[in-house]
């Protein structure tokens, strides 16, 4: 069974920038899709961006559209996030999860097994 670990949160100021990690253990990540979620508290957990599992698409939400790189290295067995100009409204937990759906179909997937998620990582955008 895959299981990811989430790291690389912090506390930005707005226009800030800072990259999220994805790190996988068990099963093969290059089978999967990979998706970045967040949540805060009080509301729905939201998909951000999902990258396919053979890193030949990847679908953002229009919110972080040329803001957020999704990226992935099978080889290093990560998936990052590339958070550049951060805004308070991007202040959440952020999640990583796995797919075997298309990428926009996985952004947009609410079905996930609640023991997929994991402590995620805290992005806090202030001044």
């Known amino acids: 069974q895959l299981q990811l670990v989430e790291s690389g949160g912090g506390l930005v100021e707005p226009g800030g920038s800072l990259t999220l990690s994805c790190e996988a253990s068990g099963s093969s990540l290059e089978l999967y899709s990979i998706g970045w979620f967040r949540q805060i508290p009080e509301k729905e957990r939201e998909g951000v961006a999902c990258?396919?599992?053979?890193?030949?698409?990847?679908y953002y939400v229009d919110s972080v559209k040329g803001r957020f790189t999704i990226s992935r290295d099978n080889a290093k067995r990560t998936v990052y996030l590339q958070m550049n100009n951060l805004q308070p409204e991007d202040t959440a937990v952020y999640y990583c999860?796995?797919?075997?759906?298309?990428?926009?179909?996985?952004?947009?997937?609410?079905?996930?097994?609640?023991?997929?998620w994991g402590q995620g990582t805290q992005v806090t955008v202030s001044s």
């Open positions: 999860a796995a797919s075997t759906l298309s990428p926009k179909l996985c952004v947009q997937y609410t079905g996930f097994r609640r023991d997929t």
């Open positions: 990258i396919s599992s053979n890193d030949d698409y990847a």
